[in-house]
Structures are given as structure tokens and as C-alpha cells.
């Protein structure tokens, strides 16, 4: 049997290959609003779907906005999302990536303006404010997808059927961290918007660490496991970057789940050693979600499936990984397993493709708004863990939605 | 005070040196810069899959790919240099890469001819790029690094800041203004195994410096490739070219390179130098620049 056959024979249960969008036959128009650095990268996986054109951009700040609208084709700018709603007309759905603790009156305003909506998460600041989007969400008759990427990532999804297989068995743990070294400041060419640029840094509206970055890695954890944690621990500290700032740029949390289960996450500004990953512990295998790239790491005990003989493996340091490639069904049978490591698109390009394959073909949402609602509720009580000292109870009914 | 940033973009270091007062603005500022970098990384590069380039590239030949604005013009520029300079500056060289080593595994339509930028069509009005046949590929490596500190550039100067060095392997710089109680940025040219043969001082000015030996693929080939002959260039060794922008500036070193000389075509705003052994021609707008390293102190940040 040839290695390649054998490695398809093996890998005929996995998912099939990484969808390839392709809206020329329902084109799509949409809206951005908010043209900071999120704002810009929805822009840019924008640019490389077939069949869609982004005819309307908006932000506050004048250079970002002159500058967002060079990364269209001719879009029409708006200084407010009032006035860009204003003409729902020149679109069919809108991304929000504006500051965190104005998202709720910009989805509730994009909402009644009947149009079609994909928006960051957090979702909100507050659990009243994102409430509030998910109920209007709810009772809209459109698309609302909360930005939690990974829900869309072919190599999470991949991996998510090994985890909820026998291959990791019985979870043990869970380690996750985000690390990078920059300061989270922005400048500003108005000295008049230095506060508005710096919401981050901003212990009045900021989530800090926990919220901004946290939320989409605890989602990662719930939508493997579907537990969300019962309570929250949290430390904060200035390490670096100690130009008077109060938001903590390094962050420790302890979220802790009703089987005894425990989260460790970590998160910080000072290093980036590691970068962003989720790690999955569990009595056969752990699993390890880097954006692009999954491994599993099979215990020495755990029973070994004919397929894996074939696999493609990564060494690091004592541990060997079984790369999850996405598709590897497809590649294999052309025989490009190989080049198959690796996702050649960041997690966003996916998620606004399926928010796209929702507007256009009525596909299930990614992540629902109440699906973003309760990472959202969890990504606060950690900010807020973080901001005490003091552990943080997340009940049952925190998690409801109206 | 001073601070120094630095990040890995188009396979080369990018750094920036920051003159200003408030570290906390300076950190901003620069991480803003290195981030635009980042951004026409992912945009551009054609060893990324899923750039924008990538996407060009993959798709051009069998349809007219819409394009921004921003891509749109980059690529217009280059039309201009390439017209400019008679084809010795071709963003088309991607096939050719791929030839002689510099890229991944060769194609089948590599070998063909017509490959050339005289095969890209940019439709103006509808703002696409095609291809009008099947071996071209956009490699934009001769301008890219150029590019992307006038972004970088562009976002410095935005916040206010008045004095900056701003550079990508060494090979491109963008300087702003000039740092404390000295009359420019001064810049070493050549220098990698003694010490420097000529200086640049330079103020609000785009420098790019070309050598087919910058960089060799396994057989040994130079990565600058002259698209008249289809082989890399060995007209000189070394040249310079100096002007507002850095994208201008890189593509004109490259075309020098491949010319051996200074064409009558080469706008003249845009200064020059050639080597050729240890001779250099130096344009007459590029003398107030430009020292040889008996000629003045050398001193560096």
C-alpha cells in the first residue's frame, strides 16, 4: 500500500478539505465600521473573497478612514456609523470593529437598520451591553455572527472531532496564554484623541487582558468541551510597560469548572515567547491550538490508530506532535499532504467567509450571538477577577440571555 | 531620547530609530510603523499563500482581478519604472525567480516566453490586473521593503515625530529629518567586510542600495535579475538611488543595477550612484549626499 493511500485510507474520517469561498455567484456588499488595526484586517481577508466588494468604511479619525478607503476599490467613507447606516442601502451586512464598549450602540443601530451583521468580541464592556446585542440579535431576522474565529478554523474544527472522539479520552486540564510584546498604545496624529485611541489602557471602559484577549480563548475551551467555569481567579501587574498606565499588562487567571477541571491562562504585553495557544490536556492526548497550525500529543498508552503510522509528525523538544491538518483527505489523495501544514489563511479569513456563506446562502452561523454572549460574560468576570484579586463566581443564570 | 524598534517582515529586519521626546509616544509610533510593515508583508509577499499577491498571481491569468486602491497604484508606479527604464526594472519577474532558484520549485509555463510586465494589463477605470499570458507572475521584492517604510513613514510622520531612521536589511532607509545637533542621518555604504567605501547623509530622503551579490540561491545566482536577458545582472556591482520615496528608490536601485549606468530617462529629482569595481558615478544631484570615505568623519547613530 502506498503511503500516500495509506495515509488517505487513514484520514477518510476527518472533515473534508478547507473550504474555498467563492461568493461570484451570490455577490456580497458589506460595511466596515471602525478602521483600527482589526478594522483594517477585516479589510484585508475582504479583499481576497471573489465576489465581494466593500462599499462602505467608517471611522471617527479622519487619517484612518482616508486610509481605510484606499484598501477598497471605491468605497464611500462615513466620519459616524450613524450617517453609514444612514444608506443601508449601499450594503447587504456590516463588521463592527470599533472600540469594545461601543459596540453595543452600533450592533443595536446596524440591527434596526435591517442589515446583516458580523461583530468583534468581545461583544460588550458590560453583561447588560452585550445582553442587550444579543437580544437584539435574536429578534432581528438576520445574520449575527460574533467574531469568535475559532468556531471556524478548519484545524480546530479538525481537532475538535479528535478531541470529541476517544483519542484524548477524559480531560485532565487546560493551559492557554497569549504572549506578545508590545505596549497596546496607539498614537495618535490628533493629541485631542490620545484618550479615545488608548480605550485599552482605559480601566474605566477596558477589559483588559482578560476581556480583550481572553474571551475568544476561554470561547475556544467552551465550544470544545461545552463547560463554562463556575468561578474565576485573577492576578494583574505592570512588568514593562510602566508609563502610568493602570490596566495590568501581564495577567494570570485560574478559571475553575464544575467536574474540578482547571484553566490556566495567562496572558501579556512584556514577552511574546510561545505567542497564542490553547492546550487541551486529557488522559490519552492533549491537543495544542496555535491559530494555524494543531498537534496531538498521544500518551505512550494510548491505543494507535493505523493512520497515524503515515502521519506527518513535528518534534518539540521531548514531545512529538501529530500535525491536524485540515483537508488532509483532498491533499493526501493529491499528494500534497505536505504543504497541507498550516493554515495558508489566518482564522478571520474563515470566520467572515462562513459569516458570508450565512448572509448568501442562509448557512448556520459560526457563533451566535448568545454564543458570544457567554464567552463575553466570561471574558468579564475574568476582567474582573483580575481588577479585584478576589475570585469571581460565574452562575448558571449569568450565562441566560433574557 | 532615542529608541530603537525592530521586527522580521519580507524576510528581512526591519528597525526603526525613533528621536523624540516621551518614550510612551516613540513605543506608539514605532509599533504602529513596524505593524504597517507586518500588514504590506501579508499583503505582498509572494511566499505567503494567502496574500493578496498570491491571490493575484494565481487568479490573473484566467480573469481580471479586482484590486484596491493602494495595490493599484503600487502596481501603476511600477509600470512607470518599468517604462522608464526600458524593461531593466520588471515587477514581473516572478517566473525568472522561480528559474533561477530564488523562489519555490519552477513552473512549467516558467520556460515560456512572454512573462514580462508587457503582459500585465491594469485596467485603470475598473481598477483590475490580468494577465495576458500564462507565465507571468508579480514579484514585487524589488520594490516591497521600499514600499512598506513609506507606509511605515507615513504613520511616523502622522503623530508629529520629526526625526527618524527607518530601514529594512540595510538595503532601504527612509530618513526624516535629522537626529539631535547633527545635519542628517549618516549611513555607511557597503562596509559588510572592512570598513565603509562611501557615506550618505541623509534628511527626508528614500535611499535604496542594490547588489546582484545581496543575496545568492543554491547555484549560486545573484537575485537581481535582468528581464531583457532573462539572467541575473552583472552590468554593475553595486548601485544607489535616493528620491522621496521609497518605493521609487527601490525600484530604480534595482534597474541601475541591471543598466550599469544612469539612464537619460531616470527622473531627474531622483539622485544616483553606480559601482563598478571601486569606481562610482554619482549623479550631480546626488553629490551633496554622497562621500567617498576619505571625504568626511564618519560617525553613525
Not at chain 2, 519604472?81 to 520588471?90: H, L, Q, Y
Not at chain 2, 562596509?191 to 547623509?201: D, E, I, R
Not at chain 2, 528581464?227 to 554593475?236: D, L, N, Q
Request: aromatic share 6%; net charge negative; with cysteine.
Amino acid at each position: 500500500m502506498g503511503q500516500a493511500a495509506a495515509a488517505a485510507m487513514g484520514m477518510t474520517l476527518l472533515p473534508s478539505a478547507v473550504a474555498a469561498f467563492d461568493f461570484s455567484r451570490a455577490p456580497a456588499r458589506i460595511g466596515v465600521i471602525g478602521l483600527g488595526r482589526q478594522g483594517r484586517d477585516i479589510l484585508g481577508e475582504l479583499a481576497k473573497f471573489e465576489g465581494v466588494e466593500v462599499t462602505a468604511v467608517c471611522d471617527v479619525d479622519a487619517k484612518r478612514l482616508e486610509a481605510g478607503v484606499r484598501r477598497t476599490r471605491a468605497a464611500e467613507g462615513f466620519a459616524s456609523h450613524q450617517a453609514m447606516l444612514a444608506k443601508a442601502s449601499l450594503f447587504d451586512a456590516v463588521c463592527i470593529a470599533t472600540p469594545t464598549h461601543v459596540h453595543r450602540q452600533v450592533a443595536e443601530d446596524a440591527i434596526a437598520a435591517g442589515t446583516h451583521v458580523y461583530c468583534e468580541a468581545p461583544l460588550a464592556h458590560t453583561v447588560e451591553d452585550a445582553a442587550a446585542i444579543a437580544l437584539a440579535a435574536r429578534g432581528s431576522g438576520k445574520v449575527f455572527q460574533a467574531g469568535l474565529d475559532a468556531r471556524s478554523n478548519p484545524v480546530y474544527t479538525l481537532a475538535r472531532s479528535f478531541f470529541r472522539s476517544d483519542a484524548v479520552r477524559d480531560l485532565v486540564g487546560v493551559h492557554a496564554q497569549h504572549h506578545r510584546k508590545t505596549s497596546w498604545r496607539f498614537p495618535a496624529s490628533d493629541p485631542s484623541r490620545e484618550a479615545e485611541m488608548n480605550w485599552r489602557l482605559d480601566p474605566a471602559v477596558s477589559l483588559g487582558l482578560a476581556g480583550e484577549w481572553g474571551t475568544h480563548q476561554f470561547d475556544t475551551v467552551h465550544w470544545f468541551t461545552g463547560r463554562y467555569p463556575k468561578s474565576v481567579r485573577g492576578v494583574g501587574s505592570i512588568r514593562l510597560h510602566d508609563d502610568g498606565r493602570e490596566v495590568a499588562d501581564t495577567i494570570a487567571c485560574q478559571l475553575v469548572y464544575e467536574n474540578g477541571a482547571v484553566m490556566m491562562y495567562d496572558a501579556t504585553l512584556a514577552n511574546s515567547y510561545g505567542g497564542r495557544f490553547e492546550t487541551l490536556f486529557g488522559t490519552n492526548a492533549a491537543i495544542k491550538l496555535a491559530e494555524t497550525h494543531a498537534w496531538m500529543f498521544k500518551e505512550a498508552d494510548a491505543p494507535t490508530q493505523g493512520w497515524e503510522v503515515y502521519a506527518n509528525r513535528q518534534q518539540f523538544h521531548n514531545d512529538e506532535g501529530i500535525t491536524l491538518i485540515a483537508g488532509a483527505t483532498k491533499l493526501a489523495n493529491q499528494g500534497k499532504l505536505r504543504e497541507g501544514v498550516g493554515l495558508p489563511n489566518p482564522p478571520l479569513y474563515y470566520a467572515l467567509g462562513d459569516f458570508l456563506k450565512s448572509v448568501t446562502e442562509g448557512a448556520d452561523v459560526a457563533c451566535s450571538a448568545e454564543e458570544g454572549y457567554r464567552s463575553t460574560v466570561v471574558g468579564i468576570r475574568a476582567a474582573e477577577a483580575v481588577a479585584s484579586g478576589e475570585e469571581v463566581q460565574i452562575a448558571e443564570s449569568d450565562l441566560r440571555v433574557g | 531620547m532615542i529608541l530603537r524598534l525592530a521586527a522580521e517582515a519580507m524576510g528581512t529586519r526591519f528597525e526603526l530609530v525613533l528621536s523624540g521626546e516621551g518614550q510612551p509616544l516613540l513605543r506608539s509610533a514605532g509599533e504602529a510603523a513596524l505593524e504597517a510593515v507586518r500588514e504590506e508583508h501579508r499583503r505582498l509577499s509572494v511566499f505567503e499563500p494567502g496574500s493578496l499577491l498570491s491571490r493575484v498571481n494565481a487568479e490573473a491569468a484566467s480573469r481580471a482581478v479586482p484590486v484596491d486602491q493602494d495595490l493599484f497604484d503600487l502596481l501603476t508606479l511600477c509600470r512607470g519604472v518599468w517604462e522608464s527604464s526600458g524593461g531593466a526594472f520588471d515587477p514581473a519577474v516572478g517566473a525568472l525567480m522561480r528559474r533561477w532558484g530564488h523562489r519555490d520549485q519552477p513552473h512549467a509555463s516558467d520556460l515560456g516566453a512572454g512573462g514580462g510586465f508587457e503582459s500585465v494589463v491594469l485596467d485603470d477605470r475598473a481598477m483590475t490586473v490580468r494577465f495576458a499570458h500564462p507565465s507571468v507572475a508579480l514579484d514585487l521584492g524589488a520594490v516591497a521593503k521600499g514600499y512598506a517604510l513609506d507606509r511605515a513613514a507615513e504613520i511616523v510622520r502622522g503623530v508629529g515625530l520629526r526625526a527618524a531612521l527607518l530601514h529594512g536589511g540595510t538595503s532601504s532607509i527612509v530618513a526624516i529629518g535629522a537626529p539631535p545637533e547633527c545635519d542628517g542621518w549618516r549611513v555607511g555604504l557597503g562596509g559588510h567586510a572592512g570598513p565603509a567605501a562611501a557615506q550618505l547623509v541623509l534628511r527626508d530622503v528614500a535611499v535604496s542600495v542594490s547588489a546582484p551579490s545581496g543575496r545568492v540561491s543554491a547555484s549560486g545566482a545573484g537575485h537581481i535579475m535582468d528581464p531583457r536577458t532573462g539572467a541575473p545582472a552583472s552590468e554593475a556591482d553595486e548601485a544607489v538611488a535616493i528620491g522621496r520615496s521609497g518605493a521609487l528608490a527601490d525600484a530604480w536601485s534595482t534597474a541601475l543595477v541591471v543598466l550599469g549606468r544612469r539612464p537619460d530617462t531616470m527622473p531627474p529629482e531622483l539622485g544616483s550612484a553606480v559601482r563598478t569595481g571601486s569606481a562610482w558615478v554619482v549623479s550631480s544631484s546626488m553629490r551633496s549626499t554622497f562621500f567617498r570615505a576619505a571625504a568626511r568623519p564618519q560617525s553613525g547613530v
